[in-house]
């Protein structure tokens, strides 16, 4: 099984600040990688497809990065809004798997 | 717009059952491949089942092989997942959500549905 380890768990970060998440795969998944944002009472919503492509309505300063084991989700100038637990998937191989999250908290 | 719509959760106790069904509109549903993942009080998300486009092939975590069954209902546009031998380690929240081809990223969920296993 491939485990996806992202860091950090928690961030707590100012408006308009720039946050980077990171996710490490146990094994090479080429670009096999997406990531997710999470509210609470919401379902997940998909940001980034294959490590870094945009997904249609998801706000420009969202942006990925990566490919093999090393992933960075990236996003720029944060804003009320994007508070949120972020997730990456991978879809390499079964099966699936999601790094355990990232909570960004607004301070 | 792709609906999803999860329904079946609700309170069952240890080494009971629960049927969960989630019915498809927006889409032609026999075109893609669909998941169940689940997140647990606290935690993270955790991918549980998923299922081909024909239904001819299943896949499970290890985790639920063997009390779980995933099957679609292609002409009525609805999937299910056949939950047996619960314990309090399935409960979570359970959303369906449609691969946008075998093996890629999940492109629409589910508002999910709760499912409970306590005494």
């Known amino acids: 099984e491939i485990v996806l380890t992202q860091s950090p768990d928690f961030q707590s970060v100012t408006p308009k600040e720039k946050v980077t998440i990171t996710c490490r795969s146990s094994?090479?998944?080429?670009?096999?990688l997406h990531w997710y944002q999470h509210k609470p009472d919401q379902s997940p919503k998909l940001l980034i497809k294959?490590?870094?492509l945009s997904i249609s309505g998801v706000p420009s300063r969202f942006s990925g990065s990566g490919s093999g084991t090393d992933f960075t989700l990236t996003i720029n100038s944060l804003e009320a809004e994007d508070a949120a637990t972020y997730y990456c998937?991978?879809?390499?191989?079964?099966?699936?798997?999601f790094g355990q999250g990232t909570k960004v908290e607004i301070k | 717009e792709v609906q999803l719509l999860e329904s079946g959760g609700g309170l069952v106790q240890p080494g009971g059952s629960l049927r969960l069904s989630c019915a498809a509109s927006g889409l032609t549903f026999s075109n893609f491949a669909m998941s169940w993942v689940r997140q647990a009080p606290g935690k993270g998300l955790d991918w549980v089942s998923a299922?081909?486009?024909?239904?001819?092939?299943?896949y499970y975590a290890d985790s639920v092989k063997g009390r779980f069954t995933i099957s679609r209902d292609n002409s009525k546009n609805t999937l299910y997942l056949e939950m047996n031998s619960l314990g309090a380690e399935d409960t979570a929240v359970y959303y369906c959500?449609?691969?946008?081809?075998?093996?890629?990223?999940?492109?629409?969920w589910g508002q999910g549905a709760l499912v409970t296993v306590s005494s």
């Open positions: 094994q090479s998944i080429g670009s096999s």
């Open positions: 959500a449609k691969d946008a081809a075998y093996g890629s990223y999940f492109d629409n």
């Open positions: 294959y490590a870094s």
């Open positions: 998937h991978q879809s390499s191989s079964l099966p699936w798997t």
């Open positions: 299922i081909s486009v024909s239904g001819g092939s299943t």
